[in-house]
């Protein structure tokens, strides 16, 4: 303030005496004071208006950091499995059995290069498939970047895969099945 | 302490208490300035709440791009007129003689001011409340009232000149 006064002070016909001051402000202030009824009022409509924002936005603050998760789960896996296929090992791809379970096979590299290169159209059909597929892997109750890893592992250590876990439906358990449940756990419109 | 542009930052992220810290901030400067258009303690009272929940409503995007008062004086003055309005108040002109509070004998020099401010200009008469009641420096001023700094200077300047020349308010202006 002492630098508005400053600039404001540089004109002495803008200037009044402490007096006329002391004056103004007594006329002008008030009989009486705000009671602690209003503060109690306006603060409680405060909270009940910031708490209710700043649930809606929440879905939004975590957005980042789960799909970052989601992220981080995919490459992990991709570079797991990478690792496995220089090792020669028997996790990539899987075919559907006799008996309605997946045998794991290394015998579809197409299909493994189409993962790899993360087509658009492998993601388009997630919605169509999560309305059919609980994708619930761990059974805890929600659907949560958890139930990808455990698909993932789930994947790369048996040698025999459950079919339920054909998430996308193309006859295999792998990979793409992994990311749809990893996408499902961190889609926006989760819970609503 | 925070600076009020910190604790916006923490509301518009929910945060209750930066809300509080700004009320309790700027209560008394939104009262008195309520109390000032309005004249009367409860309409004052009603103004100060609404200018609350108007600031309010701004959170979670509040962008405060002046200083606070700046942002609340035509809130609380737009309020004060509208509450003023509806219940067919008198005008700050006969107010400010009619609810003066009668003066004292050692008051009589504040009673003589009040008559000569009453006879000013509304326009002036707000710009010296603006600049020696509030505290607001000539740019606050004109930013608030959309106006140059230097119709503001002008105001101010007309409205001290008429304190200097009246022989009821000469007196503060002798050395």
Known sequence: MNENKEYFDEDSNLRVSDKLSEDLNALFKPASFVPPEIDRAIMDKARQHLVRRSRQRSPLRWAGPAASAAAAAVIIFAVVSNTGRQRGSAVFETAKGPDSSVLI???????????????????????????????????????????????????????KAEMKWDINGDGFVNRSDVDFVAFDAVRLDKGV | MESDQELIELANKGDANAFDALYHRYRDWVYRLAWRFTRNHQD?????????????????????????????????????????????????????????????????????????????????????????????????????????????????????????RDRRTRNYFLE
Do not use: C, W
């Open chain 1, 105 to 159: 096979s290394d015998q579809a590299p197409a299909q493994v290069e189409m993962y790899n290169s993360y087509s658009v159209g492998t993601f388009k059909s997630l919605k169509t498939v999560r309305a059919h597929i609980s994708v619930d892997i761990d059974g805890n109750g929600r659907v949560d970047i958890l139930d990808a890893f455990k698909l993932a592992r789930d994947i790369e250590s048996a040698e």
């Open chain 2, 44 to 164: 004052a009272l009603d103004v100060l709440q609404e200018t609350f929940i108007y600031l309010l409503k701004k959170f979670p995007n509040f962008e405060l791009t002046a200083s606070m008062t700046t942002f609340l004086y035509p809130a609380v003055k737009h309020l004060s007129f509208n509450i003023r309005r509806k219940s067919r108040r008198l005008t700050f002109d006969d107010q400010v003689l009619s609810e003066m509070p009668a003066p004292a004998e050692k008051q009589t020099s504040q009673g003589e001011l009040a008559f000569v401010l009453a006879i000013l200009p509304e326009e002036q008469r707000e710009v010296l409340m603006m600049r020696f009641v509030e505290g607001m420096n000539l740019k606050e001023i004109a930013a608030v009232l959309e106006a140059p700094v230097g119709t503001v200077k002008s105001r101010l300047y007309q409205g001290l000149q008429v304190l200097r």
